[in-house]
Every structure is written in C-alpha cells, then in structure tokens.
C-alpha cells in the first residue's frame, strides 16, 4: 500500500542545536516533496519544495534533501530557536496527480 | 491581498443538519482544495478543483460535495452531517505552471473547526 510517514510524531531540542526530521514514503514516485509548517490552530505554510532531480535545497536556517534511492527526505533547521516550536508536515505529489499528500507531521519543541 | 479566507471558524451542528463552508482567495489561482484534518493526523484531501467548473474527488469525498462556478470561491456542502464530519476543515488554492507534473505551493485559508453532536 502506499504510505507516507514522519517517524517522530514529536521532537524535542534545545535553542541552538539542529533539528532534523524524516519523511519516508512507500510506493510513490514523487515529482518533488513539500515542506509545511502549521502553527496550532493555524493553516499550514509553505516551507521549501525540492524536486525529484534535486539532491538537496536550502533556505536561510532551512535545508531539505530528497533521496529518491532511500524514498526518504531529511528536513533541517540548524541554529533552532523556540520560535521554531511548530508542527512540521511533508508532502508529495504522485507523478500521475496534482494534489499533495500529507503525512501526519512532527511537533517540534525546542526549548531556551 | 487576503489570500484564502474560510468562513465560519467556528460552527456546531447537529446530526442531520446541512451546512456550507465557504472559501474564496483573492489571488487568481486555477486550482483550489478542501481538506480536513482530524486530531494526530495528516490532512486528507476530500475535493479539488482545477478550474472553474472542473472538480474532482480525493481520497475522502463521502458525505460532502462542492462546486466551482468562479474563479475565486469553492464552497464545500455537507448534506447530512455526521459525527465522523467532526474535524478541522482547510480550504487551500495554488497556481500551477503550464505543465501538470511542475511544483506549485500551496496557500491554505485559517480553517473551520466543526463539531457535529
């Protein structure tokens, strides 16, 4: 069956330390990959995207690989803050589709 | 630009009763979605839209319906509510580029949380 999953369904850091997340996925064939973060009681928010022929892609504090071989994408912030503390979500598209799907995300809690 | 808003925020139903969700965004996007998502779990897609009286089913559609007569609203209709409706529901919209496999983000509304009793 198909399945994507985030294997932390929380994660908790101190301030300055780097977070990283896991996203694996079976059975798809991904275009590309999404990161969203949701606040509580917020909608979620677009992140960073990297492409099925992208090793990996930046953004400030913010890195995403995508590892087609292992079907598995690594989401790092480095130098966390406790503003960071959020719910963190990936997404695909299936080749043949246009709509994401979501995995259930990880709550990340740094704190001071 | 207000991008994506939802209204209401907030309603209780009762079993049986009908109700709309509204969504509109401001920003020209072709395609739209509804989702809903349920305490520790991934958001689901019920509907999607990718024009303009063009809409599709997801992976939950049952027990909801919805139209896209503008470019700018696509309302979700529960007919006859139900307690597995109880969730949080998220409308989103996205502009693509012209090929169907290129990336597009997603801008997603504040939500409407919905409690069917």
């Known amino acids: ?112 | 630009n207000a991008g994506v808003t939802q209204t209401p925020k907030f309603r209780i139903l009762k079993i049986g009763q009908s109700m709309t969700l509204q969504c509109t965004q401001d920003m020209n996007h072709n395609y739209m979605y509804w989702y809903r998502q349920d305490p520790g779990m991934g958001l689901k897609l019920i509907y999607y839209s990718v024009g303009a009286g063009i809409t599709d089913k997801g992976e939950v559609p049952n027990g909801y319906n919805v139209s896209r007569s503008t470019t700018e609203d696509f309302p979700l209709r529960l007919e006859l509510a139900a307690p597995s409706q109880t969730s949080v529901y998220f409308c989103a919209s996205s502009y693509p580029s012209g090929r169907a496999s290129e990336a597009h983000e997603q801008y997603f509304g504040p939500g409407t949380r919905l409690t069917v009793t």
């Open chain 1, 1 to 112: 069956s198909q399945k994507i999953e985030q294997n932390s369904e929380a994660l908790n850091i101190q301030e300055g330390k780097t977070a990283t997340l896991t996203c694996n996925y079976t059975n798809y064939s991904p275009a590309y990959l999404q990161w969203y973060r949701q606040d509580p009681g917020r909608g979620p928010v677009f992140l960073l995207l990297i492409r099925e022929n992208e090793k990996e892609k930046r953004k400030e504090r913010l890195k995403v690989t995508f590892d087609t071989t292992l079907k598995q994408s690594l989401f790092h912030i480095t130098a966390s803050q406790p503003a960071d503390s959020a719910t963190y979500l990936c997404a695909l598209v299936h080749q043949a589709g246009t709509a994401l799907i979501f995995g259930k995300g990880t709550t990340l809690s740094v704190s001071s």
